[in-house]
Each structure stands twice: as C-alpha cells, then as structure tokens.
C-alpha cells in the first residue's frame, strides 16, 4: 500500500503552470529513477538496484500530451482482469477517451481498480494501460500505464511522458494488469519511459 501511494504521488502531481513543459517533465523523471533506487520501495531486486543507473527515456514531446474528448460510461459492470500472472482483480470502465495523436483517432478505456476506489487515498483516480508499436522493442512487450483523475468536464488530458512500466517489467515476482485489446494504439508512441537494459 505504502508503494502504491508513493507512485501515486509521483505521476498524479498536478502540473505547475510555472514550470516550462520539460522541466515538469524530468522532475517526473527524476522522481521516478529516485523510487527505483529506493531500498524499501523499490520493485527491482536487490542486484538490479545496485546496478540501476536510472531509466532511459524518449525524448520530451510535447506533442505526446493532448487534450482528449472525455465521455464518462457510468453504467458499465465490474470486470476481471488479465494480469501477468493468475490473478484476476476487479476493475470498471469508468469512461472513454478520444482524441487525435500522429494524425490517427484514437479511443481508449479508463479505468478503476474496484478494491482501490473504494479508499479514501485513491479516490478520484483512473488508470490508463496501454499498448503501442514499441512494445517487445523500445518499451516492455506488456505495455504501458499512465496515472490520470477524473476529470471535472468532458476534456481530459493525457500525456504520454509520463508513461511508465508496470512492476513485473522488473521483477516476475510481481502480477500486473495487462491493456485490454481495446486499448493498442495503432502508432508508435515515441514518449514516456523505455524498457531498462541491466
């Protein structure tokens, strides 16, 4: 729980309108590599964190943060979803977004974990797994996440630099939801984190 809420903090920070775009970015970055180096924290084993450097990254786009049309879907069910391992939590769809990136429309489901939602430190929060054409060559062949919150209208806005990988990227003693087929991306997305070389 203590993890989950460090990486919360992390990638769910509100964006500082007096900070240029980049450095609000690498701070991100650079909180980032400071988790993975952390010794209690951190999802790397012990011999992968002595040797962790910190992780490559693509080049800052700004392109990659866009505004998307946010329809919210209040009916949906709750549904199991596939991890890497076995395990099956509960998530809910909790809207749709649409939006335009690379000259291509894209739409993509967003998330809540049931269990999670239910607590006061995680409300207000939505999970974005997605697939790209870099999975399984520049990025994790599992995909990749980004943290967002419900918006108050019906724009939200999404930026891939802040994408990350999940736990099991690191480390196979970590379950991990993976994207739905809903939600591969047509598109090499050429933003956000890139998969560790140890």
């Known amino acids: 729980m203590k993890t989950l809420s460090i990486l ?3 990638f769910l920070s509100p964006l500082n309108d ?5 450095a609000e970015i690498i701070k991100f970055q650079k909180e980032l590599n400071e988790h993975y180096k952390d010794k209690d924290d951190s999802p790397l084993t012990k011999k992968d964190r002595k040797q962790f450097d910190g992780h490559p990254f693509f080049p800052i786009d700004e392109s990659y943060r866009v505004t998307a049309f946010f329809e919210r879907t209040a009916e949906e069910e709750p549904f199991k979803m596939k991890t890497s391992t076995e395990r099956l939590p509960e998530y809910v769809q909790y809207g749709i977004a ?3 990136l690379k000259g291509k429309t894209h739409t993509l489901r967003l998330l809540q974990n049931v269990k999670f939602s239910q ?5 207000g929060e939505l999970f974005l797994p997605f697939n790209d054409l870099t999975n399984g060559k520049q990025t994790y062949g599992g995909g990749r996440y980004i943290d967002l919150k419900i918006p108050e209208g019906d724009q939200i806005v999404i930026d891939f630099n802040k994408s990350y990988h999940p736990y099991c990227a690191y480390n196979y003693i970590y379950s991990c939801p993976l994207p739905p087929a809903e939600n591969s991306m047509e598109i090499e997305v050429l933003a956000g984190i890139k998969m560790l070389q140890m």
């Open 8 to 10: 919360l903090i992390l």
């Open 18 to 22: 007096k900070m240029p775009y980049s």
């Open 119 to 123: 607590q006061a430190d995680y409300e």
């Open 98 to 100: 649409y939006f335009t």
